[in-house]
């Protein structure tokens, strides 16, 4: 071989070198934008999942409420129970002072305050029931929304896993074609 020859041909090295070069620098460039591309979506991910965790508990405190609304109707149940049986009582207490009240003008005023106090048991029992049934409502609303707040839990859980799987094989694809250079 000639000296021109041997110039030429290490020229001609030089020159693939250099576009390899350009070629690796360029392939590196792209993945260094992509990393800071893939960068900014995790902060933007675990923002959204910081601020779901968040709603979470906030959902579980609303479930803790749920829980004493049970207990309160609950409750209200027994004193409605209650308030039946003393209302029974009182209205079997009446019927009788209204056997009684030929025979005393005394019995009369005795049964006119019993009057009242039924009457007075009867507007509680039913304000009771209105309680128990917005409780039941509200009781209702709430399990329809935790529901609710289940199903797009899991929706985004879904998409996060999809771009975990996504980013995966993206870095996965970098590995190779960094061992390949």
Do not use: P
């Not at 509680?124 to 409780?135: F, I, V, W």
Request: hydrophobic letters at 35%; proline letters at 0%; one cysteine or more.
């Amino acid at each position: 071989m000639s000296g021109s020859t041997i110039n030429k041909h290490w020229e001609a090295e030089l020159a693939a070198l250099k576009g390899n070069n350009a070629k690796l620098t360029a392939a590196l460039l792209e993945s260094t934008a992509n990393v800071k591309q893939w960068k900014q979506q995790l902060a933007a991910y675990q923002e959204e999942a910081e601020r779901l965790h968040k709603r979470v508990t906030e959902l579980e405190c609303v479930s803790g409420q749920t829980n004493v609304i049970k207990s309160q109707k609950t409750e209200l149940n027994q004193t409605i129970e209650e308030l039946e049986c003393t209302l029974k009582a009182k209205e079997e207490e009446l019927e009788r002072l209204k056997e009684e009240v030929d025979n005393a003008n005394q019995l009369q005023a005795q049964r006119d305050s019993l009057t009242q106090k039924l009457q007075e048991t009867e507007t509680r029992n039913k304000d009771l029931e209105a309680q128990l049934s917005e409780l039941e409502q509200r009781l209702e609303n709430s399990q329809v929304e935790q529901e609710t707040f289940r199903n797009n839990l899991k929706t985004l859980l879904e998409i996060l896993d999809g771009k975990i799987f996504e980013l995966t094989e993206l870095r996965d694809s970098l590995a190779k074609l960094i061992e390949g250079s």
